[in-house]
């Protein structure tokens, strides 16, 4: 559930991804390798998951969601500034405010460690698009960022 709640902004939608994750893990028990695990095959399926969820919902406009609410005109924050104890909930909520496809890459590339080319390839994106995102979505933390610190 926790891996499902990084990706969608309510729990309804994070608990039918748990569920179907959870669902895909028991059908294929009989195909758990005893070497790795048990969590981390876990996680992987949960991922799994989530980016072919994403893949069926995907929509090019959210690839380039207007900026709205966000400045660019803002100064860079120093990430020294912030409580390095923030609670997985506060992450969580910070993380749920970005916009879908920049969130999805967000959370692959800095919370489960793919890279630009495994996160282009299984999500249908180009590279180009993939490091757009990041950048997209470290900007947009910042003033979030900022924003809870006031």
Same mark, same amino acid.
């Given at each position: 559930m926790s891996v499902a709640s990084r990706y969608k902004n309510n729990k309804e939608d994070a608990a *039918?991804? %748990?569920?179907?994750a959870f669902?895909? =893990?028991?059908?294929?028990?009989?195909?758990?390798?005893?070497?790795?695990? *048990?969590? %981390?095959?876990?996680?992987?399926?949960? =991922?799994?998951v989530v980016?072919?969820?994403y893949r069926k919902n995907k929509k090019r406009i959210e690839m380039f969601e207007s900026v709205g609410e966000f400045n660019n005109d803002t100064e860079d924050v120093s990430f020294n500034e912030i409580d390095k104890e923030m609670e997985e909930e506060e992450v969580l909520r910070c993380l749920l405010k970005l916009p879908p496809a920049t969130r999805t890459v967000f959370s692959l590339f800095a919370i489960d460690g793919f890279s630009h080319k495994e996160i282009c390839e299984k999500l249908g994106i180009s590279l180009e698009t993939s490091k757009w995102h990041m950048k997209e979505a470290r900007k947009r933390l910042k003033i979030i960022l900022e924003k809870e610190l006031i």
């Open positions: *039918f991804l %748990a569920n179907d669902l895909k =893990i028991i059908n294929n028990l009989k195909k758990y390798d005893k070497e790795t695990p *048990f969590e %981390a095959w876990i996680r992987r399926i949960t =991922i799994n980016i072919d969820d």
